[in-house]
């Protein structure tokens, strides 16, 4: 029994399937990651393109990217490895080419530097950065330093900005205001930390306040508390659960003290949010072996095995779309990165494109887990991410 009319042949049926399939590839075919391309990643943690003044260690990972003034601005961490070191050093470089760098700054405090973040304010650039300690495998912040310039390659000496103790992970402006996340992060890795993730305030990029009395996020292991506002002021954010997998937050523009959350067992390295046409999108780490947290329903959650097995695991830098009603993130591609990468950094250049940089260990040889690649030797990457 057939419905199909006595004067079809196989040919018009094969037509119809055919104008189908590029019917069905134009209207669910194009999805974001088929829309999203990037150019080959270039190598930027390189001796002929620094300026002579940069030493390039073997570890170059944690940065930043910003334009002001009609020039870029970069600043990377490099010391002998991932871990702490007294031979860490904090470089600030500027170019109007993204070709021909020039030195601005250099940071030598004799002990880890870590977290470098940029911000525009009041027609000045301001640079952000926590001193950390010496011992190999202790995560000790100590002072978070600031340093401003007006663009005339002349900086302020780092000077504390009072908030010992505590990491910067994202400044953004609002309502007039200069919004910083951060958090506690001493005693990350025992019993003892309690994170207290916040949103401060400044008038000057100087001196910073709380916003609220109470911490946006006040769990064990909450930090990186990435956060972004979309065009109607509502804010979102991803905030890591170092051992458990992240948070996602979000909270209204009239209480933005106020984060509700949903939790996940996936977990967000070096989280950076950013907007594209009313869509949110993250970059971050991610972990080829699936969830962070390994732990069944029910049962208490084994943190110490979640961190081993996580740094035995492959990784990859990698792009996310953010669903802003149910809070969930959607895997969209992966970029050029193996062993240890990711601290994505980020700058607009039009409608359509976005200059994008990271670390990874070498991505022309073979694959290596994270922890042999916090051992190893990482370079800087960037290249251009196109939206069509």
């Not at 910083?180 to 990029?205: I, V």
């Not at 969830?291 to 097995?309: A, F, I, T």
């Not at 991505?363 to 290596?368: A, D, H």
Request: proline fraction near 4%; aromatic fraction near 16%; hydrophobic fraction near 35%.
């Amino acid at each position: 029994m057939t419905f199909l009319p006595s004067n079809f042949d196989c040919f018009s049926f094969f037509k119809i399937n055919f104008l189908l399939t590029i019917l069905y590839f134009f209207s669910y075919g194009t999805s974001s990651a088929q829309n999203i391309t990037f150019d080959d990643w270039k190598k930027f943690s390189d001796p002929a393109i620094m300026p002579a003044e940069v030493i390039l260690q073997n570890s170059c990972n944690n940065l930043d990217i910003i334009k002001f003034k009609d020039r870029y601005y970069n600043a990377f961490r490099t010391a002998p490895t991932h871990f702490a070191s007294k031979k860490t050093r904090m470089y600030i470089i500027s170019s109007a080419d993204f070709k021909k760098w020039d030195f601005e700054y250099e940071i030598n405090t004799e002990s880890d530097l870590r977290e470098p973040r940029f911000a525009i304010w009041h027609d000045s650039l301001y640079f952000y950065c926590f001193k950390g300690g010496t011992k190999r495998f202790k995560f000790e912040p100590k002072e978070l330093f600031v340093m401003a310039t007006i663009g005339n390659n002349h900086w302020t000496s780092p000077a504390s900005t009072g908030m010992d103790g505590y990491v910067p992970w994202r400044l953004r402006i609002k309502g007039g205001k200069l919004l910083l996340s951060a958090y506690y992060g001493k005693n990350l890795y025992n019993n003892k930390h309690q994170s207290e993730l916040r949103l401060f305030s400044s008038a000057d990029g100087r001196h910073f306040k709380p916003i609220s009395k109470e911490p946006q996020i006040n769990v064990k292991t909450a930090e990186e508390g990435e956060f972004i506002f979309d065009s109607i002021g509502t804010l979102y954010s991803v905030v890591r659960l170092e051992g458990y997998g992240a948070l996602i937050c979000k909270a209204s523009k009239d209480s933005i003290d106020k984060w509700h959350h949903v939790k996940s067992k996936y977990k967000y390295d070096s989280s950076l949010l950013f907007e594209h046409k009313n869509d949110i999108y993250l970059i971050s780490r991610r972990n080829l072996d699936g969830p962070c947290d390994r732990s069944k329903e029910g049962k208490k959650p084994h943190r110490v095995y979640n961190l081993v097995r996580y740094s035995l695991t492959k990784k990859r830098t990698s792009l996310f779309k953010l669903n802003k009603n149910d809070l969930s993130l959607t895997h969209i591609l992966d970029f050029p990165s193996t062993g240890d990468c990711s601290f994505p950094g980020i700058q607009k250049l039009n409608d359509t494109d976005y200059l994008v940089m990271n670390y990874s260990s070498d991505i022309s040889k073979k694959e290596r887990i994270w922890l042999r690649g916090q051992e190893g030797k990482t370079y800087l990457y960037w290249s251009v991410m196109h939206f069509r």
